[in-house]
């Protein structure tokens, strides 16, 4: 199997999921408030794919086939990262949509994007000193409710090597 290597280039097309309004605000807030700054920031989003090819759109138009309509999500508790903070988030049909994704890449995906384990979540901070992060768990942990949401749709971005550029969404 061709794995190519997970560093991106500026070709690569990242995949999200895209959120309900209400689930939308809530991991953005937590992300604008505790994500360090970079001179640019990526509104909260679940990474289906970290490196697609340039052509991706198509292929996974084809592979949404019809609009499957939007994905019940639980958005179901905090996840600890050594340096952050992730939303773990359930969603049996998410697994379904991205495995029919995954198919039509099939040799092509990164190590990180074939990995069987994928484990979905929101990250919220990340890249941050350990103990800074600690702290941050627990004013995030401190608000924190599970809570039941939607998955809205599949957005595509160009890698800009930093930035990520929106190319488009395919609406659920």
Do not use: C
Request: glycine fraction near 6%.
């Amino acid at each position: 199997m061709n794995t190519p290597s997970n560093a991106p280039d500026e070709a690569t097309i990242v995949a999200t999921l895209a959120f309900d309004p209400r689930s939308f605000r809530r991991l953005d807030g937590w992300r604008q408030t505790y994500f360090p700054e970079r001179g640019y920031r990526l509104p909260a989003h679940l990474t289906l794919f970290h490196k697609l090819p340039p052509d991706a759109a198509p292929r996974v138009a084809a592979a949404l086939g019809r609009r499957p309509g939007p994905l019940s999500l639980h958005f179901a508790a905090l996840r600890p990262l050594e340096r952050g903070t992730a939303v773990d988030v359930e969603a049996e049909r998410l697994h379904r949509l991205r495995g029919r994704i995954a198919a039509a890449f099939e040799g092509e995906l990164s190590r990180q994007d074939a990995r069987p384990d994928w484990r979905p979540h929101v990250t919220v901070q990340n890249k941050t000193d350990p103990r800074e992060a600690e702290a941050d768990r627990a004013a995030i942990a401190a608000e924190f409710t599970p809570w039941y949401g939607q998955g809205t749709a599949v957005r595509l971005w160009r890698y800009l090597g930093g930035p990520w550029r929106f190319e488009g969404a395919l609406p659920l």
